[in-house]
Protein backbone atom coordinates (compact mmCIF):
# COMPACT_ATOMS: atom_id res chain seq x y z
CA UNK A 1 0.00 0.00 0.00
CA UNK A 2 1.17 3.29 -0.83
CA UNK A 3 0.17 6.57 1.51
CA UNK A 4 0.63 9.91 -0.84
CA UNK A 5 0.21 13.52 1.18
CA UNK A 6 -0.32 16.55 -1.36
CA UNK A 7 -0.30 20.05 0.09
CA UNK A 8 -1.35 22.07 -3.14
CA UNK A 9 -0.19 25.82 -2.85
CA UNK A 10 -2.32 28.39 -5.32
CA UNK A 11 -3.09 32.10 -4.48
CA UNK A 12 -7.12 33.99 -5.14
CA UNK A 13 -8.08 36.76 -3.52
CA UNK A 14 -10.92 36.18 -0.97
CA UNK A 15 -14.32 35.87 -2.67
CA UNK A 16 -17.88 37.01 -1.40
CA UNK A 17 -20.63 34.27 -0.36
CA UNK A 18 -23.42 33.33 1.32
CA UNK A 19 -22.55 32.03 5.04
CA UNK A 20 -24.88 30.38 7.74
CA UNK A 21 -24.02 30.18 11.11
CA UNK A 22 -25.23 27.39 12.82
CA UNK A 23 -24.58 27.27 16.80
CA UNK A 24 -25.46 24.50 19.21
CA UNK A 25 -26.95 26.01 21.85
CA UNK A 26 -27.82 23.56 23.87
CA UNK A 27 -27.22 23.41 27.86
CA UNK A 28 -24.02 21.58 27.60
CA UNK A 29 -22.86 24.12 25.61
CA UNK A 30 -22.90 26.72 29.13
CA UNK A 31 -19.48 28.60 30.38
CA UNK A 32 -16.44 28.78 28.56
CA UNK A 33 -17.37 27.57 25.20
CA UNK A 34 -20.63 29.78 24.71
CA UNK A 35 -18.14 32.16 25.45
CA UNK A 36 -15.74 31.67 23.39
CA UNK A 37 -18.05 30.84 20.28
CA UNK A 38 -19.59 34.59 20.99
CA UNK A 39 -15.97 35.91 20.69
CA UNK A 40 -15.34 33.71 17.23
CA UNK A 41 -18.57 35.15 15.77
CA UNK A 42 -17.67 38.88 16.38
CA UNK A 43 -14.81 38.17 14.36
CA UNK A 44 -16.09 36.10 11.49
CA UNK A 45 -18.65 39.06 11.10
CA UNK A 46 -15.45 41.41 10.51
CA UNK A 47 -14.16 39.47 8.26
CA UNK A 48 -16.72 39.51 5.83
CA UNK A 49 -16.56 41.50 2.84
CA UNK A 50 -18.78 43.07 0.49
CA UNK A 51 -21.08 41.30 -1.17
CA UNK A 52 -21.60 38.60 1.02
CA UNK A 53 -24.77 37.33 2.50
CA UNK A 54 -25.21 35.63 6.08
CA UNK A 55 -27.62 34.22 8.84
CA UNK A 56 -27.22 33.03 12.26
CA UNK A 57 -29.33 29.78 13.40
CA UNK A 58 -28.70 28.64 17.11
CA UNK A 59 -30.11 25.33 18.03
CA UNK A 60 -30.77 22.93 21.11
CA UNK A 61 -34.77 20.95 21.33
CA UNK A 62 -35.86 23.95 19.36
CA UNK A 63 -33.90 26.15 16.50
CA UNK A 64 -34.19 29.99 15.95
CA UNK A 65 -32.60 32.15 13.32
CA UNK A 66 -31.56 35.67 13.39
CA UNK A 67 -33.17 36.63 9.95
CA UNK A 68 -35.64 34.74 8.15
CA UNK A 69 -33.51 34.39 4.94
CA UNK A 70 -29.97 35.42 4.36
CA UNK A 71 -29.20 39.31 4.50
CA UNK A 72 -26.78 41.48 2.69
CA UNK A 73 -23.74 42.22 4.90
CA UNK A 74 -23.88 45.76 5.48
CA UNK A 75 -23.72 48.24 8.28
CA UNK A 76 -27.22 48.03 9.68
CA UNK A 77 -26.92 43.63 9.28
CA UNK A 78 -23.61 44.02 11.23
CA UNK A 79 -25.34 46.07 13.78
CA UNK A 80 -28.07 43.43 14.40
CA UNK A 81 -25.51 40.52 14.52
CA UNK A 82 -23.45 41.84 16.79
CA UNK A 83 -26.42 42.56 19.34
CA UNK A 84 -27.36 39.25 18.70
CA UNK A 85 -24.08 37.40 19.63
CA UNK A 86 -23.52 39.58 22.39
CA UNK A 87 -26.45 38.04 23.72
CA UNK A 88 -26.08 34.47 22.35
CA UNK A 89 -27.10 32.05 25.91
CA UNK A 90 -27.05 28.23 26.19
CA UNK A 91 -30.70 28.56 26.14
CA UNK A 92 -32.20 25.89 24.26
CA UNK A 93 -32.36 22.43 25.58
CA UNK A 94 -30.66 19.66 23.92
CA UNK A 95 -28.56 19.11 21.07
CA UNK A 96 -31.23 18.54 17.80
CA UNK A 97 -29.29 19.25 14.49
CA UNK A 98 -31.16 17.62 11.99
CA UNK A 99 -33.99 20.50 11.87
CA UNK A 100 -31.74 23.69 11.76
CA UNK A 101 -29.29 22.18 9.32
CA UNK A 102 -32.40 21.21 6.55
CA UNK A 103 -33.43 24.83 7.53
CA UNK A 104 -29.85 26.24 6.29
CA UNK A 105 -29.56 23.67 3.67
CA UNK A 106 -33.24 24.50 2.34
CA UNK A 107 -33.30 28.12 2.11
CA UNK A 108 -33.54 29.59 -1.38
CA UNK A 109 -30.01 30.60 -2.73
CA UNK A 110 -28.02 33.31 -4.10
CA UNK A 111 -27.97 32.53 -7.90
CA UNK A 112 -24.26 34.19 -7.96
CA UNK A 113 -23.01 33.11 -4.62
CA UNK A 114 -21.39 29.76 -3.38
CA UNK A 115 -23.27 28.67 0.05
CA UNK A 116 -21.09 27.85 3.06
CA UNK A 117 -22.77 26.42 6.05
CA UNK A 118 -20.86 26.92 9.49
CA UNK A 119 -21.46 24.39 12.25
CA UNK A 120 -20.36 24.45 15.86
CA UNK A 121 -21.24 21.94 18.40
CA UNK A 122 -19.95 20.30 21.35
CA UNK A 123 -22.41 17.05 21.16
CA UNK A 124 -23.64 14.14 19.15
CA UNK A 125 -26.64 13.09 18.51
CA UNK A 126 -28.83 9.52 17.73
CA UNK A 127 -29.31 10.32 14.41
CA UNK A 128 -26.06 10.83 12.94
CA UNK A 129 -27.15 8.66 9.34
CA UNK A 130 -29.57 11.10 8.85
CA UNK A 131 -27.51 14.20 9.51
CA UNK A 132 -24.91 12.44 6.89
CA UNK A 133 -27.69 12.24 4.28
CA UNK A 134 -29.21 15.34 4.22
CA UNK A 135 -25.58 17.23 4.20
CA UNK A 136 -24.89 14.64 0.78
CA UNK A 137 -27.70 15.18 -0.53
CA UNK A 138 -26.80 18.99 -0.33
CA UNK A 139 -23.54 18.63 -1.47
CA UNK A 140 -23.79 19.98 -5.09
CA UNK A 141 -25.18 23.41 -3.75
CA UNK A 142 -23.97 23.94 0.15
CA UNK A 143 -20.30 23.12 1.49
CA UNK A 144 -20.21 22.62 5.53
CA UNK A 145 -17.50 23.33 7.39
CA UNK A 146 -17.97 22.01 11.01
CA UNK A 147 -16.35 22.55 14.36
CA UNK A 148 -16.08 19.62 17.06
CA UNK A 149 -15.81 21.85 20.30
CA UNK A 150 -14.61 20.34 23.60
CA UNK A 151 -14.05 16.81 24.95
CA UNK A 152 -17.51 15.26 24.33
CA UNK A 153 -17.67 16.25 20.61
CA UNK A 154 -18.64 13.33 18.13
CA UNK A 155 -15.89 12.50 16.10
CA UNK A 156 -18.21 10.75 13.73
CA UNK A 157 -20.70 13.50 13.06
CA UNK A 158 -18.34 16.52 13.17
CA UNK A 159 -16.09 15.13 11.04
CA UNK A 160 -18.64 13.04 8.61
CA UNK A 161 -20.68 16.28 8.24
CA UNK A 162 -18.09 17.62 6.50
CA UNK A 163 -16.38 15.36 4.70
CA UNK A 164 -20.75 14.83 3.26
CA UNK A 165 -20.68 18.38 2.75
CA UNK A 166 -17.22 18.39 0.62
CA UNK A 167 -16.23 20.99 3.39
CA UNK A 168 -13.11 20.34 6.51
CA UNK A 169 -13.63 20.03 10.14
CA UNK A 170 -11.63 21.07 13.31
CA UNK A 171 -11.48 20.45 17.35
CA UNK A 172 -11.26 22.71 19.91
CA UNK A 173 -10.29 20.61 22.90
CA UNK A 174 -10.73 21.68 26.53
CA UNK A 175 -7.97 23.81 27.17
CA UNK A 176 -7.51 25.31 23.32
CA UNK A 177 -8.74 28.23 22.30
CA UNK A 178 -11.53 28.37 19.43
CA UNK A 179 -11.30 31.71 17.78
CA UNK A 180 -7.95 30.61 15.87
CA UNK A 181 -9.53 27.81 14.73
CA UNK A 182 -12.40 29.28 13.37
CA UNK A 183 -10.97 32.38 12.03
CA UNK A 184 -8.89 30.08 9.98
CA UNK A 185 -11.89 27.65 8.61
CA UNK A 186 -13.63 30.87 7.59
CA UNK A 187 -10.73 31.95 5.72
CA UNK A 188 -11.22 28.56 3.79
CA UNK A 189 -14.64 28.97 3.00
CA UNK A 190 -13.89 32.73 1.57
CA UNK A 191 -11.15 31.55 -0.34
CA UNK A 192 -12.52 29.30 -3.76
CA UNK A 193 -11.02 25.98 -3.75
CA UNK A 194 -9.92 22.70 -6.08
CA UNK A 195 -12.93 20.70 -7.10
CA UNK A 196 -13.65 17.57 -8.99
CA UNK A 197 -10.47 16.53 -8.20
CA UNK A 198 -9.03 13.22 -9.77
CA UNK A 199 -5.90 11.01 -8.74
CA UNK A 200 -4.30 9.23 -11.25
CA UNK A 201 -1.48 6.49 -10.70
CA UNK A 202 1.49 6.40 -12.59
CA UNK A 203 3.12 2.81 -13.70
CA UNK A 204 0.96 0.48 -12.20
CA UNK A 205 -3.25 -0.13 -11.15
CA UNK A 206 -4.03 0.92 -7.80
CA UNK A 207 -7.13 1.54 -5.97
CA UNK A 208 -7.30 5.01 -4.51
CA UNK A 209 -9.09 5.27 -1.33
CA UNK A 210 -11.00 7.55 -0.71
CA UNK A 211 -12.70 6.86 -4.11
CA UNK A 212 -14.42 9.99 -3.88
CA UNK A 213 -12.03 13.14 -3.26
CA UNK A 214 -12.85 15.71 -1.34
CA UNK A 215 -12.23 19.49 -2.33
CA UNK A 216 -8.91 20.93 -1.47
CA UNK A 217 -8.10 24.50 -0.18
CA UNK A 218 -5.43 26.71 -0.19
CA UNK A 219 -2.35 25.48 1.91
CA UNK A 220 -4.65 21.93 3.20
CA UNK A 221 -3.52 18.97 3.06
CA UNK A 222 -4.69 15.96 1.19
CA UNK A 223 -3.95 12.61 2.22
CA UNK A 224 -4.50 9.55 -0.57
CA UNK A 225 -4.31 6.00 0.16
CA UNK A 226 -3.43 3.56 -2.69
CA UNK A 227 -3.92 -0.41 -2.65
CA UNK A 228 -1.80 -2.11 -5.82
CA UNK A 229 -3.81 -4.14 -7.50
CA UNK A 230 -0.96 -6.61 -9.06
CA UNK A 231 2.59 -6.43 -7.19
CA UNK A 232 3.70 -3.58 -9.40
CA UNK A 233 4.57 -0.17 -7.69
CA UNK A 234 3.14 2.77 -9.10
CA UNK A 235 5.94 5.26 -10.10
CA UNK A 236 3.78 8.19 -8.87
CA UNK A 237 0.61 9.89 -8.76
CA UNK A 238 -0.67 12.86 -10.17
CA UNK A 239 -3.32 14.80 -8.99
CA UNK A 240 -5.70 16.95 -11.12
CA UNK A 241 -8.43 19.52 -10.79
CA UNK A 242 -10.64 22.51 -11.59
CA UNK A 243 -8.97 25.24 -9.38
CA UNK A 244 -10.63 28.98 -9.31
CA UNK A 245 -9.41 30.64 -12.70
CA UNK A 246 -8.24 27.42 -14.46
CA UNK A 247 -7.62 23.75 -14.23
CA UNK A 248 -4.77 22.74 -12.09
CA UNK A 249 -2.23 19.47 -12.21
CA UNK A 250 0.31 18.44 -9.35
CA UNK A 251 2.38 15.53 -9.22
CA UNK A 252 4.98 13.28 -7.13
CA UNK A 253 7.08 10.90 -8.12
CA UNK A 254 7.38 7.89 -5.49
CA UNK A 255 11.15 7.15 -4.93
CA UNK A 256 11.60 3.30 -3.94
CA UNK A 257 14.46 4.35 -1.67
CA UNK A 258 12.21 5.77 0.65
CA UNK A 259 9.74 2.86 0.46
CA UNK A 260 9.13 0.93 3.82
CA UNK A 261 7.62 -2.18 4.41
CA UNK A 262 5.17 -2.92 6.84
CA UNK A 263 1.37 -3.04 7.60
CA UNK A 264 0.66 0.43 9.05
CA UNK A 265 -0.03 2.75 5.55
CA UNK A 266 -2.29 -0.94 4.32
CA UNK A 267 -4.48 -0.91 7.77
CA UNK A 268 -4.82 2.96 7.27
CA UNK A 269 -5.93 2.97 3.76
CA UNK A 270 -8.39 0.04 4.43
CA UNK A 271 -9.88 2.37 7.27
CA UNK A 272 -10.59 5.06 4.60
CA UNK A 273 -11.93 2.41 2.43
CA UNK A 274 -14.28 1.23 5.27
CA UNK A 275 -14.96 4.88 6.37
CA UNK A 276 -16.01 6.41 2.89
CA UNK A 277 -18.70 3.15 2.53
CA UNK A 278 -19.99 3.19 5.67
CA UNK A 279 -21.02 7.22 5.09
CA UNK A 280 -21.85 6.65 1.46
CA UNK A 281 -25.45 6.78 0.54
CA UNK A 282 -25.98 3.20 -0.77
CA UNK A 283 -25.23 1.55 3.06
CA UNK A 284 -27.31 4.62 4.67
CA UNK A 285 -30.28 3.45 2.68
CA UNK A 286 -29.84 0.03 3.37
CA UNK A 287 -30.18 0.89 7.22
CA UNK A 288 -33.11 0.40 9.41
CA UNK A 289 -34.69 -2.86 9.83
CA UNK A 290 -33.98 -4.64 6.43
CA UNK A 291 -31.24 -6.27 8.41
CA UNK A 292 -30.95 -9.39 6.02
CA UNK A 293 -30.88 -7.37 2.80
CA UNK A 294 -28.12 -5.30 4.44
CA UNK A 295 -25.99 -8.36 5.63
CA UNK A 296 -26.09 -9.35 1.83
CA UNK A 297 -25.39 -6.42 -0.19
CA UNK A 298 -22.10 -5.38 -2.01
CA UNK A 299 -21.28 -2.92 0.24
CA UNK A 300 -21.61 -4.60 3.57
CA UNK A 301 -19.99 -7.56 2.39
CA UNK A 302 -16.87 -5.37 1.53
CA UNK A 303 -16.81 -3.65 4.80
CA UNK A 304 -16.90 -6.93 6.43
CA UNK A 305 -14.16 -7.99 4.43
CA UNK A 306 -11.93 -5.54 4.98
CA UNK A 307 -12.52 -5.38 8.72
CA UNK A 308 -11.67 -9.03 9.14
CA UNK A 309 -8.67 -8.79 6.97
CA UNK A 310 -7.20 -5.48 8.67
CA UNK A 311 -8.52 -6.22 12.33
CA UNK A 312 -10.73 -3.10 12.44
CA UNK A 313 -13.78 -2.18 14.21
CA UNK A 314 -16.74 -1.19 11.84
CA UNK A 315 -20.73 -0.70 12.18
CA UNK A 316 -20.76 -4.36 10.21
CA UNK A 317 -18.23 -6.01 12.66
CA UNK A 318 -17.06 -6.01 16.66
CA UNK A 319 -14.14 -7.73 18.39
CA UNK A 320 -15.55 -9.50 21.80
CA UNK A 321 -12.94 -10.07 24.35
CA UNK A 322 -13.58 -13.13 26.38
CA UNK A 323 -11.66 -13.32 30.11
CA UNK A 324 -10.51 -17.18 31.01
CA UNK A 325 -10.45 -17.55 34.69
CA UNK A 326 -8.11 -20.56 36.40
CA UNK A 327 -10.69 -20.17 39.62
CA UNK A 328 -14.26 -19.72 38.23
CA UNK A 329 -16.74 -17.26 39.74
CA UNK A 330 -19.95 -18.83 42.28
CA UNK A 331 -22.51 -16.95 43.62
CA UNK A 332 -25.53 -14.78 42.48
CA UNK A 333 -25.37 -11.54 40.52
CA UNK A 334 -24.82 -8.23 41.92
CA UNK A 335 -25.98 -5.23 41.01
CA UNK A 336 -23.15 -2.33 41.51
CA UNK A 337 -23.99 1.46 40.82
CA UNK A 338 -21.10 2.88 38.99
CA UNK A 339 -21.27 6.73 38.54
CA UNK A 340 -21.41 7.95 35.37
CA UNK A 341 -18.64 10.69 34.46
CA UNK A 342 -19.57 13.68 32.77
CA UNK A 343 -17.44 15.03 29.81
CA UNK A 344 -14.68 18.04 31.06
CA UNK A 345 -16.49 21.40 30.94
CA UNK A 346 -20.26 20.03 30.14
CA UNK A 347 -22.68 22.56 31.09
CA UNK A 348 -20.22 25.24 32.49
CA UNK A 349 -19.11 22.16 35.37
CA UNK A 350 -15.77 22.88 36.93
CA UNK A 351 -13.17 20.76 35.96
CA UNK A 352 -11.51 21.17 39.44
CA UNK A 353 -14.45 21.78 41.63
CA UNK A 354 -17.28 20.05 39.87
CA UNK A 355 -19.54 22.75 41.29
CA UNK A 356 -21.94 24.73 38.00
CA UNK A 357 -23.43 27.84 37.94
CA UNK A 358 -27.08 28.04 38.70
CA UNK A 359 -27.57 29.75 35.58
CA UNK A 360 -26.24 26.96 33.70
CA UNK A 361 -28.22 24.16 35.65
CA UNK A 362 -31.05 26.37 34.30
CA UNK A 363 -29.90 26.04 30.81
CA UNK A 364 -29.63 22.55 31.21
CA UNK A 365 -33.60 21.94 32.45
CA UNK A 366 -34.98 23.96 29.90
CA UNK A 367 -35.31 27.23 31.98
CA UNK A 368 -34.97 30.17 30.45
CA UNK A 369 -36.23 33.59 32.75
CA UNK A 370 -33.88 35.84 34.13
CA UNK A 371 -34.36 35.09 37.89
CA UNK A 372 -32.63 31.43 37.46
CA UNK A 373 -29.62 32.97 36.19
CA UNK A 374 -27.92 34.16 39.69
CA UNK A 375 -24.12 32.96 41.08
CA UNK A 376 -25.11 30.82 43.22
CA UNK A 377 -23.53 27.43 42.92
CA UNK A 378 -25.22 23.87 43.13
CA UNK A 379 -22.64 21.34 44.83
CA UNK A 380 -22.35 18.11 42.28
CA UNK A 381 -20.47 16.32 45.86
CA UNK A 382 -21.57 12.57 43.93
CA UNK A 383 -18.93 13.49 41.33
CA UNK A 384 -16.51 15.12 43.15
CA UNK A 385 -13.77 13.03 44.57
CA UNK A 386 -12.83 13.76 48.32
CA UNK A 387 -9.68 16.08 47.60
CA UNK A 388 -11.52 18.51 45.30
CA UNK A 389 -14.09 19.48 47.46
CA UNK A 390 -11.64 21.36 49.41
CA UNK A 391 -11.16 23.49 46.15
CA UNK A 392 -13.96 26.22 45.63
CA UNK A 393 -14.39 29.53 43.67
CA UNK A 394 -17.07 31.40 43.09
CA UNK A 395 -18.89 29.90 39.37
CA UNK A 396 -19.11 33.13 36.86
CA UNK A 397 -22.77 34.76 35.90
CA UNK A 398 -24.70 33.97 33.18
CA UNK A 399 -25.86 37.52 32.34
CA UNK A 400 -22.14 39.29 31.74
CA UNK A 401 -21.57 40.96 28.34
CA UNK A 402 -19.44 38.91 25.63
CA UNK A 403 -15.99 41.22 26.42
CA UNK A 404 -16.15 40.44 30.33
CA UNK A 405 -17.13 36.55 29.65
CA UNK A 406 -14.17 36.81 27.35
CA UNK A 407 -12.13 38.21 29.89
CA UNK A 408 -13.46 36.08 32.92
CA UNK A 409 -14.65 32.78 31.42
CA UNK A 410 -13.75 32.56 27.62
CA UNK A 411 -10.09 33.46 28.30
CA UNK A 412 -7.30 31.24 29.72
CA UNK A 413 -3.86 32.18 31.02
CA UNK A 414 -1.93 30.68 28.03
CA UNK A 415 -4.12 33.27 25.89
CA UNK A 416 -2.33 35.02 22.87
CA UNK A 417 -4.79 37.61 22.32
CA UNK A 418 -4.66 40.94 24.82
CA UNK A 419 -7.89 41.35 25.81
CA UNK A 420 -7.88 44.97 24.19
CA UNK A 421 -8.08 43.08 20.65
CA UNK A 422 -11.83 42.12 20.92
CA UNK A 423 -12.43 45.76 22.19
CA UNK A 424 -10.71 46.89 19.26
CA UNK A 425 -12.47 44.39 16.66
CA UNK A 426 -16.01 45.44 18.04
CA UNK A 427 -15.63 49.14 17.08
CA UNK A 428 -14.60 48.02 13.35
CA UNK A 429 -17.64 49.48 10.38
CA UNK A 430 -18.44 46.75 8.19
CA UNK A 431 -17.09 48.52 4.80
CA UNK A 432 -13.34 47.75 7.00
CA UNK A 433 -12.70 51.21 8.66
CA UNK A 434 -12.85 52.42 11.69
CA UNK A 435 -14.45 55.84 13.86
CA UNK A 436 -12.16 58.38 15.41
CA UNK A 437 -14.47 57.78 19.07
CA UNK A 438 -13.67 57.84 22.34
CA UNK A 439 -13.40 54.24 23.28
CA UNK A 440 -10.37 53.83 20.38
CA UNK A 441 -8.96 56.70 22.04
CA UNK A 442 -9.19 55.03 25.59
CA UNK A 443 -7.55 51.28 23.75
CA UNK A 444 -4.88 53.14 22.11
CA UNK A 445 -3.92 54.58 25.89
CA UNK A 446 -3.99 57.63 24.16
CA UNK A 447 -6.27 61.45 24.49
CA UNK A 448 -8.99 61.78 22.08
CA UNK A 449 -7.70 65.30 21.72
CA UNK A 450 -4.13 64.36 21.21
CA UNK A 451 -4.88 61.72 18.37
CA UNK A 452 -7.08 64.60 16.37
CA UNK A 453 -4.20 67.23 16.75
CA UNK A 454 -1.59 65.15 15.23
CA UNK A 455 -4.02 65.52 12.41
CA UNK A 456 -2.10 69.08 11.87
CA UNK A 457 -5.52 70.72 11.04
CA UNK A 458 -6.61 68.36 8.48
CA UNK A 459 -10.51 68.14 8.13
CA UNK A 460 -13.11 65.77 6.39
CA UNK A 461 -15.03 62.46 7.44
CA UNK A 462 -12.03 60.67 5.53
CA UNK A 463 -9.33 62.22 7.06
CA UNK A 464 -10.80 61.27 10.30
CA UNK A 465 -11.60 57.63 9.42
CA UNK A 466 -8.23 57.03 7.41
CA UNK A 467 -6.40 58.15 10.63
CA UNK A 468 -8.76 55.52 13.13
CA UNK A 469 -8.10 52.99 10.59
CA UNK A 470 -4.40 53.43 10.55
CA UNK A 471 -4.14 53.47 14.23
CA UNK A 472 -6.44 50.51 14.97
CA UNK A 473 -4.54 48.58 12.28
CA UNK A 474 -0.97 49.42 13.93
CA UNK A 475 -2.44 48.85 17.52
CA UNK A 476 -2.70 44.75 16.08
CA UNK A 477 0.16 44.86 14.58
CA UNK A 478 2.45 46.07 17.77
CA UNK A 479 -0.09 44.73 20.63
CA UNK A 480 -1.49 41.63 18.89
CA UNK A 481 0.93 39.94 16.87
CA UNK A 482 0.67 37.02 18.31
CA UNK A 483 -2.97 36.61 18.11
CA UNK A 484 -2.40 37.58 14.21
CA UNK A 485 -4.42 34.59 12.67
CA UNK A 486 -7.27 35.83 14.12
CA UNK A 487 -7.33 39.40 12.90
CA UNK A 488 -5.74 38.61 9.63
CA UNK A 489 -9.14 38.61 7.72
CA UNK A 490 -10.60 41.98 8.92
CA UNK A 491 -7.40 43.51 9.37
CA UNK A 492 -6.62 42.73 5.25
CA UNK A 493 -10.59 44.15 4.90
CA UNK A 494 -9.42 47.34 6.53
CA UNK A 495 -6.13 48.12 4.67
CA UNK A 496 -8.24 47.40 0.96
CA UNK A 497 -10.14 50.09 2.49
CA UNK A 498 -7.60 52.49 3.40
CA UNK A 499 -5.41 51.78 0.12
CA UNK A 500 -8.59 53.23 -1.69
CA UNK A 501 -8.49 56.52 0.66
CA UNK A 502 -7.71 59.65 -1.87
CA UNK A 503 -6.71 62.27 1.62
CA UNK A 504 -3.29 62.28 2.66
CA UNK A 505 -1.89 61.70 5.60
CA UNK A 506 -0.43 64.28 8.05
CA UNK A 507 2.99 65.29 7.23
CA UNK A 508 2.88 63.70 3.54
CA UNK A 509 3.76 60.10 5.13
CA UNK A 510 1.54 57.03 4.44
CA UNK A 511 -1.04 56.71 6.83
CA UNK A 512 0.53 53.71 7.93
CA UNK A 513 3.73 55.27 8.37
CA UNK A 514 2.33 58.39 10.35
CA UNK A 515 0.10 56.22 13.00
CA UNK A 516 3.85 54.11 13.40
CA UNK A 517 5.07 56.74 14.60
CA UNK A 518 2.40 58.65 16.81
CA UNK A 519 1.73 54.89 18.85
CA UNK A 520 5.86 54.38 19.63
CA UNK A 521 6.03 58.50 20.44
Known amino acids: AVAVSLVPAFTEAPSPAEIIFVVDRSGSMDGSSIAEVRNALQLCLRSMIAGCRFNIVGFGSRFESLFSETRSYDQGSLDAASKHVRELRADLGGTEILAPLQFALEQPRHPALPR???????????????????????????RIFTFGIGAGASQHLVRGLARAGGGSAEFIYPGERIEPKVVRQFGRLLSPALHDVQVEWIGAPVMSMPMRVPPVFAGGRLLVYGLPKTNERPGGVRLSAKGPSSPLSFEVRLADARIA?????????????????????????????????????????????????????????????????????????????????????????????????????????????????????????????????????????????????????????????????????????????????????????????????????????????????????????????????????????????????????????????????????
Open 116 to 142: QIVVLTDGQVTNTDAVLALASQHAATA
Open 261 to 521: HGKSVATLAARARIRELEEGGEWLAARGSRQNERKGSTVSKEIIELSIRYGLISRETSFVAVERRETPVTGDMQLRRVPIALTDGWGAIDRRTGSIAHGSLGALLGATSPDTRDTRAFDLRQMRAPEARRMERPAASAGSSWLSRALHLGRRPSSAAPPDMYALVALQRADGYWELTRELADILRRELSDIKAALNGATGIDVHRAWATALAIRWLELNARDAEDEWRLLGRKAQRWLDVVTVNAPGGASWMEAARRFLLA
